[in-house]
């Protein structure tokens, strides 16, 4: 018998992920001067980012993305070097050291309509 997941399915229950299950820990950086170590989570085209409180537990909010209005720039799912770098309401995000990059990436280019 497979053991639960116990953090996918706190996040499942916050609304913070969908039957793709995409949650990564990534170094993530903006222009907005914000960075940090933070959890990204998806839900449909939703992108929500928030505070890296432990390997199991999810930290307060920091923001959501609405990746229908944001645009892949560069994409790279290398797996030495994973990284990408999205434009969203004039800022641009920079993603790096995340895992699964290449299920990552996929999900957001195709929400971005990339």
């Known amino acids: 018998m497979a053991k639960e997941n116990l953090f996918m399915k706190n ?14 820990a990534a170094d993530i950086a903006c222009t907005n001067g914000n960075r940090g170590r933070a959890w990204v989570f998806i839900n449909g085209s939703m992108l929500h980012l928030y505070e890296l409180a432990g ?16 645009q892949v720039l560069k994409a790279s799912s290398f797996v030495l070097n994973p990284f990408l770098k999205l434009s969203y309401n004039g800022q641009t995000y920079s993603f790096k050291g995340f895992a699964q990059a290449k299920k990552v990436i996929e999900a957001i280019k195709e929400s971005c309509g990339a």
């Open 55 to 70: 390997l199991a537990e999810i930290g307060a909010h920091v923001e959501s993305l609405d990746l229908k209005d944001g």
């Open 11 to 24: 996040a499942k229950e916050k609304g913070l992920i969908d039957e793709r299950e995409i949650a990564v």
